[in-house]
């Protein structure tokens, strides 16, 4: 018959106790480091959230702060523009009139960089020429004809007379000039105190790149930057949005500096409400793009993305961390898997997220929201191997010190079970030993448990083995010398009786 063969008492303890070290242990351990990652993703979520609310609310104060800024400093150039504007106007009414019509002015760059490069003619109300309408001339060749008679008349009357005339028509265009140059003069002035004003402000505001005084027909009247002056502005977005109330335009690449740059417009009021023209304010970026991309808290590979919605896609709309050349070139497929958070923080969406794709398909953190004052989206986000760096390293501490545990528990479970197995084991090699007939056996068992008791009792059943076995060997031995004493005497009879029948014989003979 096969016996199965099955586990050893001692295989089966050891398998026990590892069972009861290993599986609580590693439960534990795995526990542990689920609560530890799912605790450091919640720590850097809500550190994200923080460090995006604070900076499109920074965002949105330095706006709110450059509007204000723009308002005041149109305010403080009422004062130059209306002495321009009167000094200008009657230098308009004292001028005499002119032969050839006024070429047109030349629009702004940012002009031709949106038009592609056309021109751009502005519609004006054209002065009417001297000599040009018959009647005028008609006109003028009658009072031509009427000083002659005069003249015919005043010679009649004396030589004296006539001769006072042309001395008093002289001083009266002399005067008249004079009059006229001093209203020149008064323009020039008042231009260059507006110049001034203007050189100051930006000397003080480092925040502006230029600073353009437009009238409110489109003309660049004056500008910290020479080559403007003069061009026309008309068509532009800035202006014609600034003439209503403070506008902002968004961000795009300047002609002029081949850098991004952004304007704010506003009107410039008389304290009658009158428009007297509108001032736009190009922004130096820098420290915009300095406040975006502040990296305080986000690691090596942490970054801030802001975006805005145009044509079906969300445009960057500053350079990040990983792409210094994002703004206005990289863009976000609306509805595309990567970029998600972008998308919806262009929505006006609040939200954050542990396992999200950036633009570049890669795992991160991220948390976005909407920044109001642009209509822009704005996402703060980590890679999320980074984040969880720290406990990639607490995870691999942990598990290094569960190993070693669990090496301890083997060891530990070895030892008890070799320690709770020897005396069965001593047991087994006794019994073995008694089966052959050895009750020569001495256990050296001493413990007080149940192997303690079970070697007690083991050695009194040798004893009583050893006992019965004596006497049952003194029994027999007994019997034998019973029985070769029986022997004995039958065989004594046996020769007695036949010494008996020998003697016998003789006699008979």
Do not use: C
């Amino acid at each position: 018959m096969k016996v199965k063969r099955t586990w050893s008492w001692r295989t089966r303890l050891l398998v026990l106790l590892l069972l009861f070290a290993v599986v609580p242990v590693t439960g534990i351990t795995l526990w542990n480091l689920a609560q530890l990652e799912a605790a450091f993703e919640e720590d850097a979520v809500e550190s994200l959230r923080a460090i995006g609310y604070a900076r499109a609310d920074a965002i949105d104060q330095l706006m709110d702060d450059r509007r204000r800024d723009v308002e005041l400093l149109a305010s403080q150039l009422v004062p130059h523009l209306e002495q321009m504007g009167m000094a200008n106007r009657e230098a308009e009414a004292l001028e005499p009139p002119e032969t050839a019509p006024a070429p047109l002015p030349a629009p702004l760059p940012e002009l031709e960089d949106a038009q592609g490069g056309e021109p751009f003619a502005p519609t004006a109300t054209e002065t009417p020429e001297a000599g040009a309408s018959p009647e005028a001339d008609a006109g003028a060749a009658e009072s031509g004809e009427g000083a002659a008679e005069s003249g015919e008349g005043a010679a009649e009357s004396g030589e004296g007379a006539g001769a006072s005339r042309p001395q008093a028509s002289a001083r009266a265009v002399e005067i008249e000039e004079a009059r006229r140059q001093q209203a020149v003069a008064a323009e020039a002035e008042a231009k260059a105190e507006l110049y001034q004003a203007l050189a100051l402000i930006l000397l003080d505001q480092k925040v502006f790149e230029e600073l353009l005084v437009i009238s409110e027909d489109g003309l660049v009247v004056a500008s910290t930057y020479n080559r403007h002056e003069g061009k026309t502005a008309d068509g532009l977005e800035y202006f014609q949005n600034g003439l209503k109330a403070t506008f902002l335009q968004p961000i795009f690449l300047s002609p002029i500096t081949d850098r991004l740059t952004m304007v704010i417009s506003t009107p410039i009021r008389a304290p009658d409400t009158r428009v007297l023209g509108v001032l736009a304010a190009r922004l130096n970026l820098t420290r915009f793009f300095r406040l975006i991309n502040d990296l305080t808290g986000l690691g090596e590979t942490g970054e801030i993305v802001v975006g805005k919605f145009s044509e079906g896609k969300v445009v960057f709309m500053a350079p990040t961390r990983l792409d210094a050349n994002a703004a206005l070139q990289r863009t976000v497929e609306i509805g595309s898997k990567q970029g998600r958070p972008l998308q919806e923080a262009a929505r006006g969406l609040k939200g954050s997220g542990e396992h999200e794709l950036d633009y570049r398909g890669v795992e991160v953190i991220a948390a976005w929201q909407p920044v109001p004052s642009l209509s822009w989206g704005l996402v703060v986000k980590i890679d999320y191997e980074e984040a969880m760096d720290p406990v990639h390293a607490v995870a691999s501490q942990t598990l290094l010190v569960a190993l070693g545990l669990l090496l301890m528990a083997v060891i530990a479970a070895y030892a008890v079970s070799r320690e709770l197995v020897r005396p069965l084991r001593t047991l087994k090699d006794a019994v073995d030993h008694i089966s052959r007939g050895h009750l020569d056996v001495q256990l050296e068992i001493r413990s007080s448990d149940e192997i303690g008791e079970l070697a007690d009792s083991f050695e009194r059943m040798v004893a009583a083995i050893k006992y019965f076995r004596e006497h049952a060997r003194r029994e027999e031995e007994d019997e034998s010398e019973f029985d070769s004493t029986d022997h004995e005497s039958d065989s004594g009879s046996d020769k007695s009786a036949l010494t008996r029948s020998s003697d016998d014989e003789p006699a008979a003979s």
